[in-house]
């Protein structure tokens, strides 16, 4: 289909976005934890204790920011992909009503959705 292959740099651009915005979550969560964790880390011992104390609310607020920027990130990776999908479905419906048109013999008229539901007399 050729909406498919039209549109694959999309498809390929939502899919980074998405894995970014997961790694960014990832990453984040795993910083965190290693700030915040209670055993001490050898990059964490290394800090002054002073500098520890302002590290875990950064480390918070690093967390937050995170989320709302990856999951942002993520959602609109989904939303293209989906929209893409919906796009080539539209386009299979219509270039099967277009077919549908072009038979010769088929009556004309207008067949909707609801016609073929009623039953016939």
Do not use: K
Request: with cysteine; glycine share 8%; aromatic share 4%.
């Amino acid at each position: 289909m050729a909406g498919a292959r039209r549109y694959r740099f999309l498809a390929i651009l939502a899919l980074a976005q998405t894995v970014a915005g997961c790694l960014i979550i990832f990453a984040a969560v795993l910083t965190a934890f290693a700030v915040l964790s209670p055993w001490p880390g050898a990059i964490v011992t290394r800090v002054p204790v002073e500098w520890r104390e302002r590290l875990a609310p950064a480390a918070i607020g690093g967390i937050a920011v995170a989320i709302i920027l990856g999951g942002s990130l993520a959602i609109t990776g989904q939303m293209l992909l989906l929209l893409r999908d919906i796009h080539r479905h539209a386009a299979r419906l219509d270039a099967r009503d277009r077919r549908r048109r072009r038979e010769p013999g088929r009556p004309p008229g207008p067949h909707d959705a609801a016609s073929r539901l009623l039953p016939r007399r």
